[in-house]
């Protein structure tokens, strides 16, 4: 995409590892972003493939853990804003429409980063309760503003100045199955011993 000279540049960055049951529908709708740069550590599968023929520019890494992971892909970004996703995240039409009016908005020194709501999806249904919706995370930021902590799972992003909401939801796709949950436990409880 070709920026707009009424908004700021926006890089949208994401992390993948054997995701090509996720990465092009990713790809496809992050695609009003100037760059999706997707950093993959290692695919077995077509993920690589499948990022390139949806648009973005893929470079390969090893896996050092979601925080020094998604702080390598804050270096890679060129743009001046940057939206940082997982594969197993979507941006709505509604998410786009409000990312990219915010950002037309932003004028210099006002907020540097903003928190989005998700909505995520345990097997087959999105969950609005007990405590898993509005699930606001903080993912899009002003690149220059913005670090990830170096956990190795339950990373989070930091960002120096003022913040604000979004209001339209990011999807998360979070559990397909009880089969997904079972193993995204055992790696999660595996990495957060070893924080």
Known sequence: MVAQANRPT??????????????????????????????????????????????????????????????????????????????????????????????AGVHKGEVQGFWLPRLSQFCGRFIRHSGWYPDYTLRLAKRSSARFTPLLVHERMEVTGAMAQLKAPMLHYSYPTIGNLITKLDRYSSAGALD
Do not use: Y
Request: aromatic share 4%; glycine share 6%; hydrophobic share 45%.
């Open 10 to 103: 926006l890089s949208v960055v994401i992390a993948t590892k054997n995701e090509a049951h996720n990465v092009a529908n990713c790809v496809t709708e992050a695609g009003f972003a100037d760059e999706i740069i997707v950093l993959d550590s290692g695919s077995t599968d077509n993920t690589v493939q499948l990022a390139r023929e949806a648009g973005a520019r893929v470079i390969h890494g090893d896996w050092p853990g979601f925080g020094p992971q998604k702080q390598r892909l804050l270096h890679l970004a060129t743009m001046e804003w940057v939206l940082v996703i997982d594969a197993d995240e979507r941006v709505t039409p509604q998410l786009r429409a409000e990312i990219l009016d915010t950002l």
